[in-house]
Protein backbone atom coordinates (compact mmCIF):
# COMPACT_ATOMS: atom_id res chain seq x y z
CA UNK A 1 0.00 0.00 0.00
CA UNK A 2 0.68 3.62 -0.61
CA UNK A 3 0.15 6.72 1.51
CA UNK A 4 0.45 10.70 0.40
CA UNK A 5 1.01 13.02 3.53
CA UNK A 6 0.33 16.67 2.87
CA UNK A 7 3.13 18.44 4.24
CA UNK A 8 2.38 21.83 2.49
CA UNK A 9 3.76 25.39 3.52
CA UNK A 10 5.72 27.06 5.96
CA UNK A 11 4.21 26.57 9.50
CA UNK A 12 4.11 30.19 10.30
CA UNK A 13 1.43 29.25 13.22
CA UNK A 14 4.33 26.84 14.60
CA UNK A 15 7.26 29.81 14.73
CA UNK A 16 9.80 29.58 15.97
CA UNK A 17 10.30 26.54 15.86
CA UNK A 18 9.78 26.08 12.44
CA UNK A 19 12.42 29.22 11.76
CA UNK A 20 14.94 25.70 12.21
CA UNK A 21 13.12 22.82 10.92
CA UNK A 22 10.26 22.37 8.53
CA UNK A 23 6.87 21.69 10.48
CA UNK A 24 6.80 18.02 10.54
CA UNK A 25 10.18 17.90 11.65
CA UNK A 26 9.69 19.75 15.03
CA UNK A 27 9.78 17.16 18.11
CA UNK A 28 6.15 16.07 19.62
CA UNK A 29 6.91 13.24 22.58
CA UNK A 30 10.20 13.25 21.52
CA UNK A 31 10.29 12.29 17.69
CA UNK A 32 9.36 14.54 14.94
CA UNK A 33 5.77 14.80 14.52
CA UNK A 34 5.69 13.01 10.79
CA UNK A 35 7.89 10.66 12.19
CA UNK A 36 4.54 9.21 14.32
CA UNK A 37 2.47 8.84 10.60
CA UNK A 38 5.27 7.24 9.28
CA UNK A 39 5.78 4.42 11.74
CA UNK A 40 1.90 3.87 11.95
CA UNK A 41 1.45 3.43 8.63
CA UNK A 42 4.76 1.15 7.91
CA UNK A 43 2.78 -1.37 10.86
CA UNK A 44 -0.24 -1.65 8.60
CA UNK A 45 1.91 -2.65 5.82
CA UNK A 46 2.39 0.57 3.57
CA UNK A 47 5.50 0.42 1.65
CA UNK A 48 5.43 3.66 0.07
CA UNK A 49 5.08 6.90 1.65
CA UNK A 50 4.84 10.26 -0.70
CA UNK A 51 5.56 13.75 1.03
CA UNK A 52 3.07 16.53 -1.06
CA UNK A 53 5.80 19.24 -0.12
CA UNK A 54 6.39 22.90 -1.40
CA UNK A 55 9.15 23.87 0.82
CA UNK A 56 12.57 22.44 1.73
CA UNK A 57 11.78 19.02 0.34
CA UNK A 58 15.90 18.64 0.47
CA UNK A 59 15.76 19.10 4.14
CA UNK A 60 12.46 16.87 4.69
CA UNK A 61 14.62 13.71 2.67
CA UNK A 62 18.16 14.22 3.71
CA UNK A 63 16.39 13.62 7.74
CA UNK A 64 13.94 10.94 6.73
CA UNK A 65 17.01 9.02 4.82
CA UNK A 66 17.97 7.57 7.54
CA UNK A 67 14.69 6.27 8.82
CA UNK A 68 14.12 4.67 5.16
CA UNK A 69 16.54 2.14 6.14
CA UNK A 70 15.38 1.89 9.62
CA UNK A 71 11.97 1.42 8.68
CA UNK A 72 12.40 -0.37 5.74
CA UNK A 73 10.15 1.96 3.79
CA UNK A 74 10.39 4.00 0.77
CA UNK A 75 9.68 7.67 1.26
CA UNK A 76 9.82 10.36 -1.76
CA UNK A 77 8.81 13.96 -2.12
CA UNK A 78 6.47 15.48 -4.51
CA UNK A 79 7.32 18.83 -5.11
CA UNK A 80 4.91 21.84 -5.36
CA UNK A 81 5.69 24.94 -7.64
CA UNK A 82 2.57 26.48 -6.35
CA UNK A 83 0.35 25.90 -3.62
CA UNK A 84 -2.06 23.36 -4.90
CA UNK A 85 -4.28 23.50 -1.74
CA UNK A 86 -5.49 19.99 -0.40
CA UNK A 87 -6.60 17.93 -3.54
CA UNK A 88 -3.84 19.50 -6.42
CA UNK A 89 -1.08 17.41 -4.67
CA UNK A 90 -2.91 14.19 -5.12
CA UNK A 91 -2.91 14.78 -8.99
CA UNK A 92 0.20 15.97 -9.05
CA UNK A 93 1.41 12.82 -7.01
CA UNK A 94 -0.60 10.92 -9.65
CA UNK A 95 2.20 8.80 -11.17
CA UNK A 96 3.63 7.75 -7.56
CA UNK A 97 0.33 6.50 -6.08
CA UNK A 98 -1.32 4.43 -8.85
CA UNK A 99 0.40 0.82 -9.73
CA UNK A 100 -0.83 -2.50 -10.98
CA UNK A 101 -2.22 -3.50 -7.88
CA UNK A 102 -5.41 -1.21 -7.94
CA UNK A 103 -5.23 -0.84 -3.86
CA UNK A 104 -6.43 2.34 -2.40
CA UNK A 105 -3.93 4.85 -0.62
CA UNK A 106 -3.71 6.78 2.32
CA UNK A 107 -3.81 11.17 2.62
CA UNK A 108 -2.81 12.05 5.63
CA UNK A 109 -3.10 15.94 6.69
CA UNK A 110 0.74 16.06 8.61
CA UNK A 111 -0.21 17.85 11.51
CA UNK A 112 -2.54 15.54 13.11
CA UNK A 113 -1.94 13.63 16.41
CA UNK A 114 -4.09 10.35 17.19
CA UNK A 115 -3.81 6.68 17.62
CA UNK A 116 -3.78 6.15 14.19
CA UNK A 117 -6.43 3.57 13.81
CA UNK A 118 -5.42 2.20 9.69
CA UNK A 119 -6.02 -1.35 10.79
CA UNK A 120 -9.77 -0.60 11.42
CA UNK A 121 -9.88 2.33 8.70
CA UNK A 122 -8.86 -0.63 5.93
CA UNK A 123 -12.17 -2.89 7.15
CA UNK A 124 -14.50 -0.27 7.66
CA UNK A 125 -13.25 0.77 3.58
CA UNK A 126 -13.37 -2.89 2.14
CA UNK A 127 -16.78 -3.48 4.09
CA UNK A 128 -18.64 -0.37 2.66
CA UNK A 129 -17.16 -0.85 -1.08
CA UNK A 130 -17.49 2.75 -1.82
CA UNK A 131 -15.13 5.04 -3.28
CA UNK A 132 -13.27 6.88 0.02
CA UNK A 133 -13.24 6.73 3.37
CA UNK A 134 -12.81 9.34 5.97
CA UNK A 135 -12.20 9.98 9.67
CA UNK A 136 -14.45 11.96 11.76
CA UNK A 137 -13.79 13.02 15.26
CA UNK A 138 -16.35 14.40 17.34
CA UNK A 139 -15.57 17.90 18.77
CA UNK A 140 -17.52 20.41 21.01
CA UNK A 141 -17.76 23.42 19.09
CA UNK A 142 -18.51 22.52 15.47
CA UNK A 143 -19.22 25.81 14.52
CA UNK A 144 -15.09 26.18 14.29
CA UNK A 145 -14.44 23.66 11.54
CA UNK A 146 -16.29 21.78 8.68
CA UNK A 147 -18.92 19.61 9.70
CA UNK A 148 -19.74 16.11 8.30
CA UNK A 149 -23.34 14.89 8.03
CA UNK A 150 -23.14 11.44 7.73
CA UNK A 151 -26.09 8.84 8.27
CA UNK A 152 -25.07 7.36 11.68
CA UNK A 153 -25.55 3.49 10.67
CA UNK A 154 -23.87 3.29 7.62
CA UNK A 155 -21.63 6.14 7.76
CA UNK A 156 -22.62 7.36 4.26
CA UNK A 157 -21.98 10.63 4.02
CA UNK A 158 -24.60 13.21 3.18
CA UNK A 159 -23.06 16.40 3.41
CA UNK A 160 -20.53 19.30 4.40
CA UNK A 161 -21.00 22.45 6.42
CA UNK A 162 -18.53 24.97 6.76
CA UNK A 163 -18.39 26.23 10.29
CA UNK A 164 -22.28 26.16 10.87
CA UNK A 165 -24.02 28.60 12.26
CA UNK A 166 -26.79 26.51 13.24
CA UNK A 167 -26.19 23.08 14.81
CA UNK A 168 -26.10 20.35 12.27
CA UNK A 169 -23.65 18.18 14.30
CA UNK A 170 -20.56 17.28 15.87
CA UNK A 171 -18.16 15.53 13.59
CA UNK A 172 -15.62 16.62 11.54
CA UNK A 173 -12.92 15.49 9.20
CA UNK A 174 -9.79 14.46 10.68
CA UNK A 175 -7.91 14.66 8.14
CA UNK A 176 -7.06 10.89 7.65
CA UNK A 177 -8.38 9.68 4.15
CA UNK A 178 -8.59 6.15 2.51
CA UNK A 179 -9.19 6.21 -1.60
CA UNK A 180 -9.24 4.53 -4.07
CA UNK A 181 -7.09 5.49 -6.95
CA UNK A 182 -10.47 6.24 -9.35
CA UNK A 183 -10.46 9.49 -6.79
CA UNK A 184 -7.89 10.54 -8.57
CA UNK A 185 -9.93 10.76 -12.14
CA UNK A 186 -11.22 13.54 -10.23
CA UNK A 187 -9.11 15.95 -9.71
CA UNK A 188 -7.72 18.19 -11.55
CA UNK A 189 -3.77 19.79 -11.35
CA UNK A 190 -4.38 23.15 -10.07
CA UNK A 191 -5.20 24.73 -6.62
CA UNK A 192 -8.43 22.73 -5.54
CA UNK A 193 -9.38 21.82 -2.20
CA UNK A 194 -10.48 18.18 -1.41
CA UNK A 195 -12.56 18.94 1.48
CA UNK A 196 -14.62 21.66 -0.77
CA UNK A 197 -14.49 20.17 -4.43
CA UNK A 198 -13.95 16.56 -4.47
CA UNK A 199 -15.14 15.54 -1.56
CA UNK A 200 -19.03 16.87 -1.51
CA UNK A 201 -19.31 15.02 -5.44
CA UNK A 202 -18.22 11.56 -4.27
CA UNK A 203 -20.88 11.92 -1.43
CA UNK A 204 -23.70 12.75 -4.39
CA UNK A 205 -22.90 9.93 -5.67
CA UNK A 206 -23.10 8.20 -2.57
CA UNK A 207 -19.72 6.76 -2.35
CA UNK A 208 -18.44 8.35 0.17
CA UNK A 209 -18.25 7.07 3.73
CA UNK A 210 -17.46 8.21 6.98
CA UNK A 211 -15.74 6.69 10.25
CA UNK A 212 -15.80 8.12 13.80
CA UNK A 213 -12.47 7.61 14.85
CA UNK A 214 -11.79 5.99 18.16
CA UNK A 215 -9.69 7.30 20.70
CA UNK A 216 -8.02 10.76 20.75
CA UNK A 217 -7.40 13.66 17.69
CA UNK A 218 -5.42 16.78 17.64
CA UNK A 219 -4.16 19.37 15.19
CA UNK A 220 -1.06 19.93 16.83
CA UNK A 221 -0.25 22.83 14.27
CA UNK A 222 -0.48 25.85 16.86
CA UNK A 223 0.99 26.22 20.34
CA UNK A 224 -1.91 25.91 22.57
CA UNK A 225 -3.02 22.95 20.52
CA UNK A 226 0.14 21.24 20.58
CA UNK A 227 0.44 21.33 24.41
CA UNK A 228 -3.20 20.31 24.66
CA UNK A 229 -2.18 17.01 21.94
CA UNK A 230 0.76 16.09 23.85
CA UNK A 231 -1.72 15.88 27.09
CA UNK A 232 -3.89 13.68 25.42
CA UNK A 233 -0.93 11.58 23.30
CA UNK A 234 0.86 11.08 27.05
CA UNK A 235 -2.67 10.08 28.09
CA UNK A 236 -3.41 7.46 25.59
CA UNK A 237 0.08 5.98 26.02
CA UNK A 238 -0.35 5.55 29.59
CA UNK A 239 -4.02 3.25 28.54
CA UNK A 240 -1.45 1.27 25.70
CA UNK A 241 1.73 1.26 26.69
CA UNK A 242 2.53 2.42 30.34
CA UNK A 243 5.91 1.11 29.87
CA UNK A 244 6.85 3.80 28.45
CA UNK A 245 6.47 6.54 30.73
CA UNK A 246 8.44 7.52 33.39
CA UNK A 247 7.78 6.56 37.23
CA UNK A 248 9.28 7.84 40.59
CA UNK A 249 8.98 10.05 43.59
CA UNK A 250 10.00 13.47 41.69
CA UNK A 251 7.44 12.34 38.63
CA UNK A 252 3.55 13.81 39.13
CA UNK A 253 0.85 12.49 36.10
CA UNK A 254 2.21 11.22 33.07
CA UNK A 255 5.97 12.28 31.91
CA UNK A 256 7.74 10.72 28.86
CA UNK A 257 11.80 11.31 29.74
CA UNK A 258 14.82 10.28 27.12
CA UNK A 259 16.98 7.48 28.67
CA UNK A 260 19.79 9.96 27.46
CA UNK A 261 18.54 13.12 29.48
CA UNK A 262 19.64 13.74 33.44
CA UNK A 263 17.39 14.45 35.51
CA UNK A 264 18.77 16.40 39.14
CA UNK A 265 17.42 15.85 42.74
CA UNK A 266 14.60 17.45 44.55
CA UNK A 267 12.87 18.34 41.36
CA UNK A 268 9.01 17.62 40.77
CA UNK A 269 8.02 17.07 37.17
CA UNK A 270 4.98 16.59 35.74
CA UNK A 271 1.86 16.23 34.60
CA UNK A 272 2.19 16.26 30.83
CA UNK A 273 5.90 16.46 30.09
CA UNK A 274 8.04 15.28 27.61
CA UNK A 275 12.14 15.83 28.32
CA UNK A 276 13.89 14.89 24.97
CA UNK A 277 17.02 13.48 24.32
CA UNK A 278 20.65 14.73 26.01
CA UNK A 279 18.78 17.39 27.94
CA UNK A 280 19.78 18.12 31.34
CA UNK A 281 17.20 19.32 34.04
CA UNK A 282 19.20 20.78 37.14
CA UNK A 283 18.38 20.30 40.96
CA UNK A 284 15.40 21.79 41.94
CA UNK A 285 13.42 22.58 39.18
CA UNK A 286 9.84 22.49 38.68
CA UNK A 287 7.94 21.23 34.85
CA UNK A 288 4.50 20.66 34.02
CA UNK A 289 2.66 20.77 30.78
CA UNK A 290 5.62 21.47 29.00
CA UNK A 291 7.88 20.19 26.67
CA UNK A 292 12.14 20.30 26.61
CA UNK A 293 13.77 19.52 23.60
CA UNK A 294 16.72 18.17 22.55
CA UNK A 295 19.90 19.12 24.26
CA UNK A 296 18.18 21.79 25.81
CA UNK A 297 19.17 22.76 29.65
CA UNK A 298 17.28 23.91 32.52
CA UNK A 299 19.24 25.23 35.49
CA UNK A 300 18.73 24.90 39.26
CA UNK A 301 15.30 25.87 41.40
CA UNK A 302 13.80 27.25 37.61
CA UNK A 303 9.88 26.77 37.05
CA UNK A 304 8.78 25.78 33.41
CA UNK A 305 4.60 25.65 32.73
CA UNK A 306 2.62 25.48 29.49
CA UNK A 307 5.69 26.13 27.76
CA UNK A 308 8.16 24.68 24.71
CA UNK A 309 11.73 24.97 25.10
CA UNK A 310 13.29 24.58 21.94
CA UNK A 311 16.27 22.53 20.89
CA UNK A 312 19.67 23.31 22.54
CA UNK A 313 18.14 26.65 24.83
CA UNK A 314 19.38 27.10 28.17
CA UNK A 315 16.71 28.22 31.03
CA UNK A 316 18.66 30.20 33.78
CA UNK A 317 18.55 29.48 37.59
CA UNK A 318 15.12 30.50 39.33
CA UNK A 319 14.04 31.50 36.00
CA UNK A 320 10.07 31.85 35.66
CA UNK A 321 8.94 30.48 32.02
CA UNK A 322 5.26 30.19 31.32
CA UNK A 323 1.91 30.60 29.82
CA UNK A 324 2.62 29.83 25.95
CA UNK A 325 6.50 31.13 25.85
CA UNK A 326 7.69 29.31 23.09
CA UNK A 327 11.94 29.32 23.09
CA UNK A 328 13.14 28.46 19.64
CA UNK A 329 16.46 26.85 19.43
CA UNK A 330 19.42 27.80 20.85
CA UNK A 331 17.70 30.24 22.98
CA UNK A 332 19.67 31.30 26.26
CA UNK A 333 17.25 33.06 29.23
CA UNK A 334 19.06 34.51 32.13
CA UNK A 335 19.31 33.87 35.66
CA UNK A 336 16.10 35.19 37.58
CA UNK A 337 14.28 35.96 34.67
CA UNK A 338 10.60 36.06 34.16
CA UNK A 339 9.03 34.97 30.59
CA UNK A 340 4.97 35.22 30.04
CA UNK A 341 4.51 34.50 27.18
CA UNK A 342 7.29 34.99 25.34
CA UNK A 343 7.49 34.00 21.87
CA UNK A 344 11.64 34.38 21.10
CA UNK A 345 13.42 33.80 17.80
CA UNK A 346 16.01 31.53 17.77
CA UNK A 347 20.15 32.15 19.17
CA UNK A 348 18.91 35.16 21.08
CA UNK A 349 19.65 36.19 24.34
CA UNK A 350 16.89 37.02 27.11
CA UNK A 351 18.42 39.09 29.68
CA UNK A 352 15.53 41.14 30.56
CA UNK A 353 11.82 40.11 31.53
CA UNK A 354 8.89 39.40 29.30
CA UNK A 355 5.88 40.63 31.09
CA UNK A 356 3.48 40.26 28.88
CA UNK A 357 2.96 38.09 25.49
CA UNK A 358 4.96 39.42 22.85
CA UNK A 359 7.07 38.31 20.14
CA UNK A 360 11.15 38.75 20.89
CA UNK A 361 13.39 39.12 17.34
Not at 52 to 73: C, D, H, R, S, W
Not at 136 to 165: A, H, I, L, N, Q
Not at 232 to 250: A, F, M, Q, W
Not at 306 to 334: C, F, K, P, Y
Request: charged share 25%; aromatic share 6%.
Amino acid sequence: MKALILVGGFGTRLRPLTLSVPKPLVDFANKPMILHQIEALKAVGVTEVVLAINYQPEVMLNFLKEYETKLGITITCSQETEPLGTAGPLALARDKLIDESGEPFFVLNSDVISEYPFKEIIEFHKGHGGEASIMVTKVDEPSKYGVVVMEESTGSVERFVEKPKLFVGNKINAGIYLLNPSVLDRIELRPTSIEKEVFPKIAAEKKLFAMVLPGFWMDVGQPRDYISGLRLYLDSIKKRSPERLTTGPNIVGNVLVHESAKIGEGCLIGPDVAIGPGCIIESGVRLSRCTVMRGARVKKHSCISSSIIGWHSTVGQWARVENMTILGEDVHVGDEIYSNGGVVLPHKEIKSSILKPEIVM
